[in-house]
């Protein structure tokens, strides 16, 4: 006990059973006369003895663990399906300390869904209900994934405004026809309201603006969407790290593992077999628990994109000050700065400083949930291949939460921008140009990662208007629209999925003066059309001296990019792979492929390092403007940190 104390440790108890022999290997092998169907990959994580991999320890050898993976063993086949099935005796072999196990199995006939059933359903709902399930008559069984859509099935009707909700799960196997009846037994009970509504966590925000913008009051009804919407609404406000609006229903808080159905209570069971509602009150006590984010933050990042044409360094930094003025009135600061080199052998090189600067006020509407009012003033430079762009832009604007992943920003900025370093060029060219500008945009984010996402989809589109005439020198309306699917694929644990996506944009209603730099559409990159550097997608003016400069990007009226990714992204892996074909072009009018089709194809590696996701592509332009060649010039290598699809 000394020794434990002064080490600060308690003293390690021996396993009993255990021993100093390493596992080399472990194998799962067909009785003699069968075959193996059944995917064991997931099993062998699980098993008490097991050989040491990069992610996970060896667990040496040990006769009551041997004994255990029998049934380990037994037990995973039957969740699949094969109840008839037999795990032999291991045949294990002792080699310099080490030991081989080799377990054979006999896996049985792969027994099917016979039908399935739900009772209790709400009539109105009895549709939606059976539409959550996955599986139906004949499909073979997979106990776990099946069992689990139970919680789905409860959730469903807690979303409907049934607080108490809850779902069962039961089969029955008929070993003669080797068919299971599935059976989902629901206890709705009543349709629930809030009795008390109260608040927890909260120190800078007041309990008022807190229930004002979530939208609940003492009352009023009550269900797991509502909760859902109050919670987003807050976390909307900046003020909060994290939000839960929970009550006292009579649910299940955590889930099992594994599931073993649904607990059913005697009193439950009536004598025939069928389900006892519960006796359940309709009022619930509601509290809203929040920990609020910090009064002052700073956010701090660093990051590298280069490509053959060009190569970027960059810092970025941003300070949150929370409830400066008041409760709920942000102010948010953010710069950063960064050096671009032009690569290549143009003459006109724009490479150098540029950088940006923003402060916003920020005020979450507690009148109006999801919804919050801005005003802003920014400075940007942004460096092309042949200029920099200064823009500073200043005005009020909004942000609204839609629903989970879908925003609405609308902003009436004053705008005044300017090229410097401009090459001389044979087009007339605005170089500089004020005005105000109306911006829309909505964007719905589906997609199960926002760095590395392998489901789900995006589609985005954005609106902006230069009115000109006595409000600005030129006019112009810019439509952009953004849409990405993800489509995961069979196998591979998920690893493996298909990309697609399609953006691009068109400039419409251009004024005598021509449509500025910084409305103009530029693509290319390793975040667009991978045939090109970045910004390199564009048309392009002649020089009017050419023995000083050359052809200037001078960005089109129109662009359009596509992609197809083939993505393999494993799971707590740190490399994964893609390969692609991208498909474009830009315009110097509204046909983006006026001038023909440019076309680029490649693979690529993925790297994770301490959740830093680091990105090559090596592509090469197969058609530039439907033109087809050999050329090194074509063959493009891409690096960026961070990744987004």
């Known amino acids: 006990m000394l020794a434990a104390c002064r080490t600060g440790q308690y003293p390690v108890r021996p396993v009993p059973g255990d021993t100093d022999i390493g596992i080399s290997a472990v194998t799962i092998e067909p009785r003699a006369g069968t075959t193996l169907s059944v995917l064991y990959k997931p099993l062998y994580p699980l098993l008490g003895l097991r050989a040491k ?6 667990r040496g050898y040990n006769d009551f663990r041997l004994a255990e993976d029998r049934r380990r063993i037994e037990s995973y086949l039957q969740g699949k399906g094969r109840f008839e099935a037999v795990v032999d005796e291991p045949r294990v072999d002792f080699v310099n300390r080490t030991a081989t196990v080799h377990w054979t199995v006999d896996e049985g006939p792969q027994y099917v869904v016979g039908s399935v059933s739900i009772t209790g359903a709400p009539r109105d709902l009895e549709a939606e209900l059976r539409g959550v399930l996955s599986f139906g008559p004949g499909d073979p069984i997979d106990l776990d994934p099946y069992r689990l859509q139970r919680l789905e099935l ?15 799960s039961r089969t029955f196997v008929d070993r003669a026809t080797k068919k299971v009846a599935w059976f989902f037994y629901l206890d709705p009970g009543p349709k629930t309201t809030i009795k008390t509504l109260t608040t927890a966590g909260n120190a800078h925000v007041p309990v008022d603006e807190i229930l004002e913008r979530s939208g609940l009051r003492a009352g009023g009804p009550f269900s797991t969407a509502d909760a859902r919407r109050a919670e987003l609404a807050l976390l909307d406000s900046g003020a909060f790290v ?17 599931d073993s159905g649904g607990k059913l209570e005697p009193a439950q069971i009536a004598a025939d077999g069928t389900l006892v509602p519960r006796t359940l009150p309709s009022e619930l006590a509601v509290t809203i628990s929040v920990v609020e984010a910090p009064a002052r933050q700073l956010h701090v990042e660093a990051g590298f994109e280069a490509d053959p044409t060009r190569a970027d360094a960059y810092v970025e930094a941003a300070v949150a000050l929370r409830h400066l003025f008041a409760p709920q009135h942000h ?5 950063g700065v960064g050096y671009g080199w032009i690569l290549g052998d143009h003459r006109d090189l724009a490479d150098g400083v540029y950088g940006h600067a923003l402060a916003q006020y920020l005020h979450p509407l507690a009148s109006v949930p999801a919804v919050t009012v801005r005003l802003l003033a920014r400075w940007r430079d942004v460096l092309y291949p042949a200029f920099l762009l200064r823009e500073v832009v200043g005005g009020p604007g909004l942000h609204a939460t839609l629903a989970p992943g879908v925003s609405f920003d609308g902003d009436a900025w004053f705008r005044r921008e300017r090229a410097l370093d401009l090459p001389m060029l044979v087009a007339d060219t605005t170089d500089r140009t004020t005005g105000f ?6 964007v719905a984010d589906r997609r199960d990662d926002r760095v590395e996402p392998t489901s789900g989809w995006l589609l985005g589109g954005t609106a902006a208007f230069a009115p000109g005439g006595p409000l600005g020198d030129t006019r112009w309306l810019q439509l952009t629209a953004d849409a990405r699917v993800l489509v ?23 004024g005598d003066n021509g449509v500025p730099f910084g409305a103009r559409l530029f693509g290319g990159g390793a975040y667009g059309l991978r045939g090109f550097g970045r910004d390199r997608l564009s048309p392009t003016v002649a020089c009017a001296n050419t023995t000083v400069c050359d052809d200037a990007e001078v960005g089109g009226r129109s662009l359009v990019e596509t992609s197809v990714e083939l993505r393999w992204l494993p799971f707590r892996k740190q490399v994964g792979a893609i390969g692609f074909v991208d498909a474009g072009n830009a315009g110097a009018g509204t046909n983006p ?21 680091i990105a090559v592509d090596v592509g090469y332009r197969i058609l530039d403007d439907s033109q087809a060649a050999l050329a090194w010039g074509r063959l493009l290598a891409f690096l960026r940190v961070g990744e987004a699809f």
Do not use: C, K, M
Not at 53 to 58: Q, R, V
Not at 331 to 335: D, I, N, R, V
Not at 606 to 612: A, F, I, S, T
């Open 53 to 58: 991999s990069l992610l996970y320890p060896e």
């Open 154 to 168: 409860g959730l469903l009707l807690q979303e409907h405004g049934y607080g108490h909700a809850r779902a069962y």
């Open 242 to 258: 994290s939000v839960n609006v929970v009550s006292d229903a009579d649910i299940p808080r955590l889930p099992e593992y594994p």
């Open 593 to 613: 492929f006026a001038d023909g089709l440019a076309l680029a194809a490649g693979v690529g590696g993925r790297v994770r390092l301490w959740y830093l996701p």
């Open 331 to 335: 102010l948010e600061l953010e710069g």
């Open 488 to 510: 995961p694929l069979a196998g591979q644990g998920g690893a493996w999925s298909l990309g697609l996506r399609a953006s691009g944009g068109v400039v419409l209603l251009p």
């Open 437 to 442: 500008e109306l911006r829309t945009s909505l």
